[in-house]
Nanobody, 126 residues
C-alpha cells in the first residue's frame, strides 16, 4: 500500500486546513486509517483514526472538537479536517494504515500501523 498525503501548508491561528491521504496498491476499504503528527524535537503522536466503514472514529484529547477524521472508500482517500488550529498543532502530519478492520485497544500506538505516508507539513502561525 502506498499512501500520499496532501493539503498541508501555512495557516494563521484559528484557521482551518483539510488534509487528504490517498491510498493505492491494496484493499484500502478494509483498513483502519490513522493520522499521526510529529512536531520538531518531539515524538510522533496519535491524532485520529477511522475504521473501515467510517462509522467509528477515535480522537486524541488534544484535538477533540476541532479535528474530524473521515474517509471516502470510493476514492481510496482519508481526510483530516482541522479547525480552530493552534500554534501547537504545528507538525508534520502522517497518515497510516492498519490492516485490521476493527479497532483494538492499541489504536493510538504507531507501532501497530503497517503502512505510512511521507508526511505533510502543517504550520500554524500565532
Amino acid at each position: 500500500v502506498q499512501l500520499v498525503e496532501s493539503g498541508g501548508g501555512l495557516v494563521q491561528a484559528g484557521g482551518s486546513l483539510r488534509l487528504s491521504c490517498t491510498a493505492s496498491g491494496s484493499t484500502f476499504s478494509t483498513y483502519i486509517m490513522g493520522w499521526f503528527r510529529q512536531a520538531s524535537g518531539k515524538e510522533r503522536e496519535f491524532v485520529a483514526a477511522v475504521n473501515w466503514s467510517g462509522g467509528s472514529t477515535r480522537d486524541a484529547d488534544s484535538v477533540k472538537g476541532r479535528f474530524t477524521v473521515s474517509r471516502d472508500n470510493a476514492k481510496d482517500t482519508v481526510y483530516l479536517q482541522m479547525n480552530s488550529l493552534k500554534p501547537e498543532d504545528t507538525a508534520v502530519y502522517y497518515c497510516a494504515a492498519d490492516r485490521r478492520t476493527y479497532f483494538t485497544g492499541n489504536y493510538y500506538r504507531d507501532v501497530i500501523y503497517d503502512y505510512w505516508g511521507q508526511g505533510t507539513q502543517v504550520t500554524v502561525s500565532s
